[in-house]
Antibody, heavy 118, light 112 residues
Framework: QVQLQESGPGLVKPLETLSLTCKVSGGSISNHYWSWIRQSPGKGLEWIGYIYYTGSTYQNPSLKSRVTVSMDTSNNQFSLTLTSVTAADTAVYYC????????????WGQGAPVTVSS | EIVLTQSPGTLSLSPGERATLSCRASQSVSSSNLVWYQQRPGQAPRLLIYGASTRATGIPDRFSGSGSGSETDFTLTISRLEPEDFAVYYCQRYSPSLLTWTFGQGTKVELK
């Protein structure tokens, strides 16, 4: 079955750039919307942004200026870049698939913990 | 921005008991965009209910959601708690106007 796996550094220095990748296995990245969602003790679950397999993207307005979501269809993966990070960006970052017939997330990765600290 | 408030924060119950979880929106929202997830410790959230009342694939029928049309109050009910149901539950909605998703703060169902 389709599985998602996040990867990337677990520690990022303040003001640097956080980069994560989500590998889609067991299925195609096509015909779906793919999102990044994060979870922190302070802010709970927060949707970050999505990319459609065509390449169109949309980001949470609260993070928009710092977020880029991109896709590598040849490798069946998509990525998150978050610039100028602070301690407030410390969280577990999840990649997730939006359900084909609704506005919900029906498949999630296991999560990648990221700490912002010098 | 519409805020989702879940109550209670923690629900202490025993296996076999009924759990009733509330998700209240600060303004009326479409039930078609209201979703419930379960999150067990150390795991990602798992889709339980979408469209306020439709169980996701593989979700047992002891889980049910209520709410229809446009309203502010939604409920997740677990009819008879099983040991694996002790977890945190989140409601979530999609905003067609803002094109964003927001989550409630969660209700923890703990073993009494």
């Amino acid at each position: 079955q389709v599985q998602l796996q996040e990867s990337g550094p677990g520690l990022v220095k303040p003001l640097e750039t956080l980069s994560l990748t989500c590998k889609v296995s067991g299925g195609s990245i096509s015909n779906h919307y793919w999102s990044w969602i994060r979870q922190s003790p302070g802010k709970g679950l927060e949707w970050i942004g999505y990319i459609y397999y065509t390449g169109s993207t949309y980001q949470n307005p609260s993070l928009k200026s710092r977020v880029t979501v991109s896709m590598d269809t040849s490798n069946n993966q998509f990525s998150l870049t978050l610039t100028s990070v602070t301690a407030a960006d410390t969280a577990v970052y999840y990649c997730a698939r939006r359900g084909r017939y609704g506005y919900f997330f029906d498949l999630w990765g296991q999560g990648a913990p990221v700490t912002v600290s010098s | 921005e519409i805020v989702l408030t879940q109550s209670p924060g923690t629900l202490s119950l025993s296996p076999g008991e009924r759990a009733t979880l509330s998700c209240r929106a600060s303004q009326s929202v479409s039930s078609s965009n209201l979703v419930w997830y379960q999150q067990r410790p150390g795991q990602a959230p798992r889709l339980l209910i979408y469209g306020a009342s439709t169980r996701a694939t593989g979700i047992p029928d002891r889980f049910s959601g209520s709410g229809s049309g446009s309203e502010t109050d939604f409920t997740l009910t677990i009819s008879r708690l099983e040991p694996e149901d002790f977890a945190v539950y989140y409601c979530q909605r999609y905003s067609p106007s803002l094109l964003t998703w927001t989550f409630g703060q969660g209700t923890k169902v703990e073993l009494k």
